[in-house]
């Protein structure tokens, strides 16, 4: 069994008259990220992490956001192409585990929509997708409430 494991990390400055988009859902909130595309930092670290389990780059390499095509485009195209290259390559994903860091929103109370949201996306069992939060303790931008960041694990799997 060959496995492999990739991280991912993303970060984004949150402000008002944005929609906040976390795990592929919309949340409500007086604020949301701001950022190229949707801006949804759940679903570009584990973009990330999938693509860094796989060694085929970054959301950047894939979907650079100098090009104007990518402009508020929705992170469910980054991660369905993430998934379709961990495909090819002949490997599966195993499991996912992302850590969200803000102050607000509470996060729990949206953590199963966004497993099953991701699970539906990834073509893989809710069970094998850890959503979960924690704060920065109001330290930094973070504790600010001027931002948020979202780092995650991939483990994907191949039969040699």
């Not at 007086?30 to 389990?53: E, L, P, R």
């Not at 073509?123 to 600010?144: C, D, F, P």
């Amino acid at each position: 069994m060959n496995f492999r494991i990739g991280f991912g990390f993303d970060v984004h400055q949150l402000a008002e008259n944005y929609d906040f988009w976390l795990g592929g859902i919309k949340i409500p909130h007086t604020k949301g990220a701001v950022g190229h595309s949707d801006a949804d930092v759940a679903m570009h670290a584990i973009t990330d992490a999938i693509y860094g389990a796989i060694a085929e780059g970054d959301i950047g390499t894939w979907f650079p956001p100098d090009n104007p095509k990518w402009k508020n485009a929705k992170s469910k195209i980054f991660l369905d192409h993430a998934s379709k290259l961990v495909t090819e390559k002949g490997y599966m994903i195993s499991n996912i585990d992302c850590t969200i860091i803000c102050e607000e929103p509470k996060i729990q109370p949206h953590a199963q929509k966004m497993i099953q949201y991701l699970s539906e996306v990834l073509l893989i069992n809710e069970e094998r997708i850890s959503v979960k939060a924690t704060t920065n303790e109001k330290l930094g931008y973070i504790g600010r409430k001027e931002g948020i960041a979202a780092q995650a694990i991939a483990t994907v799997l191949k039969n040699d």
